[in-house]
């Protein structure tokens, strides 16, 4: 496995990432499976592991905190805050600092450790200012219980607002986005990805195999084994999609999955994977995908099945007269250098 670095952080993350949404007797894997899957990637050379204080009530930190015990300062530790953990308290959910404090101390209690490399606020609670909860992460940063601050499942404007606000009040920054994120899912290229591009911060793609329907074992409108709902509204033919990644699959005698996971590796943007496993088997194909090499061929046939329309003002910034207009007659005689391929403009 290779290796991407966490934004401007310069920490090196591996290039998949583990997550453990399904540690948990609860539903997922039990303690024995669960060690088993952290040592298959740690083996493989993973060193970011993913994780939330929701997760199967808390017992995938359990899980996490023992397995990881005398190795610990091996990997790269992120885990999680927002959700509610206690049922009818109005305060143990939210943005707020109350919840951040409470959640952080409980993580690190399970975690048997006294910081964490990367704490997420897990989702936008609309109800806490931007700027309270920028100041709040920085100060458990500073007080040396997190390494560095990274966001979830936020809109691409507020992500730009806190890290705007926190490079001019010298707080600690975003460094990580997390979104859902693969063939079936592009919507996020029309504001989340530019953004990320333009903040330098990695994109962690939850979802890589669309809930289970990249695997060739669902089809459209049907929901996912894993998670048990579906992986939401899609602007393409899934069907289509779907076809084309089990085509390619064949032709260069990978699982549909490792197909999937490479396609997401292949994108301009720094984009981790994020692995969720219930058995070993499925982790190590997963993990296989880092060895798939799509040609530029079944790049393109991936990415025209499954392109979604951008909106505006994409779409109409990226139309010939408008480039024309904007960028002037001769803008192909420029090479914009920030790019290692030429391009249009408007192009994403």
Do not use: C
Not at 47 to 74: H, I, K, M, P
Not at 102 to 111: F, G
């Amino acid at each position: 496995m290779r290796y991407t670095l966490l934004g401007k952080t310069g920490l090196r993350v591996s290039e998949l990432s583990l997550g453990t949404m399904t540690f948990g007797d609860s539903w997922g894997a039990d303690k024995a499976t669960s060690g088993q899957l952290l040592d298959a990637y740690a083996d493989a050379g993973g060193n970011f592991v993913d994780t939330a204080n929701f997760y199967t009530g808390g017992q995938s930190e359990e899980y996490l905190g023992e397995l990881l015990e005398g190795r610990r300062d091996q990997f790269v530790l992120a885990t999680k805050y927002t959700l509610q953990t206690r049922s009818g308290d109005v305060n143990s959910v939210g943005n707020t600092r109350k919840n951040l404090v409470n959640s952080l101390e409980d993580s690190l209690r399970r975690l048997r450790t006294d910081h964490v490399d990367v704490l997420w606020v897990h989702a936008r609670d609309t109800w806490t200012p931007v700027a309270e909860v920028m100041r709040a992460l920085d100060d458990q940063v500073r007080a040396g219980k997190i390494l560095h601050v990274a966001v979830s499942d936020w809109p691409a404007w507020e992500v730009a607002q806190a890290n705007t606000l926190a490079e001019l009040r010298d707080w600690s920054p975003f460094v990580g986005l997390q979104i859902r994120y693969n063939l079936l899912e592009r919507t996020v290229e029309r504001e989340l990805l530019p953004m990320a591009k333009a903040f330098d911060l990695p994109v962690f793609a939850w979802a890589p195999l669309a809930a289970g329907k990249l695997t060739g074992k669902y089809r459209a409108g049907e929901s996912g084994r894993l998670t048990g709902r579906d992986d939401g509204p899609t602007d393409h033919n899934e069907d289509e999609t779907i076809d084309t990644v089990l085509a390619v699959a064949e032709e260069g005698g990978w699982s549909p999955a490792q197909v999937a996971i490479a396609w997401l590796l292949r994108q301009p943007a720094n984009v981790v994977p994020i692995l969720g496993a219930t058995t070993l088997t499925q982790l190590k194909d997963n993990l296989g995908a880092v060895d798939v090499r799509l040609t530029d061929d079944q790049l393109a046939r991936l990415d025209t099945a499954s392109r979604v329309p951008l909106g505006f003002p994409h779409d109409f910034l990226a139309g010939e007269r408008v480039t024309n207009g904007v960028y002037g007659d001769r803008w192909q005689e420029v090479d914009d250098r920030r790019f290692t391929v030429r391009r249009t403009p408007g192009d994403r």
